[in-house]
């Protein structure tokens, strides 16, 4: 059993930056791949990026490209989303997962509470 609690969010403005954490505990973390998603009102949960156990593979949605950056402290136990350039599309409530290195959210098997992230034009 994994146990994951998501902190950062909040609300900014256009343009504005945020960092995410997302804490892990119950199973060695350096032997999960994790990954954030997000789900806007209305809308089905997305992926956004993802980081394998040993940091060496990262993935990222087109939509953030360039402007959000995922990264983990295997000491720590934790995995981190920096955000920046943040859109009000961006708006969403941001789950941290652990599971398989993909895309997919079927392949992942714990999740965090989320935390919202609130964007203003």
């Known amino acids: 059993q994994v146990h994951l609690a998501e902190s950062g969010g909040g609300m900014v403005q256009t343009g504005g930056s945020l960092r995410l954490s997302c804490a892990a505990s119950?199973?060695?973390?350096?032997?999960?791949?994790m990954a954030w998603f997000r789900q806007a009102p209305g809308k089905e949960r997305e992926f956004v990026a993802g980081?394998?156990?040993?940091?060496?593979?990262?993935q990222y949605a087109d939509s953030v490209k360039g402007r959000f950056t995922i990264s983990r402290d295997n000491v720590k136990n934790t995995a981190n989303l920096q955000m920046n350039s943040l859109k009000p599309e961006d708006t969403a409530v941001y789950y941290c997962?652990?599971?398989?290195?993909?895309?997919?959210?079927?392949?992942?098997?714990?999740w965090g509470q989320g935390t919202q992230v609130s964007v203003s034009s």
């Open positions: 997962a652990a599971g398989d290195y993909t895309s997919d959210d079927a392949e992942y098997d714990w």
């Open positions: 119950g199973r060695t973390f350096s032997s999960l791949n």
């Open positions: 980081v394998s156990r040993g940091r060496e593979l990262t």
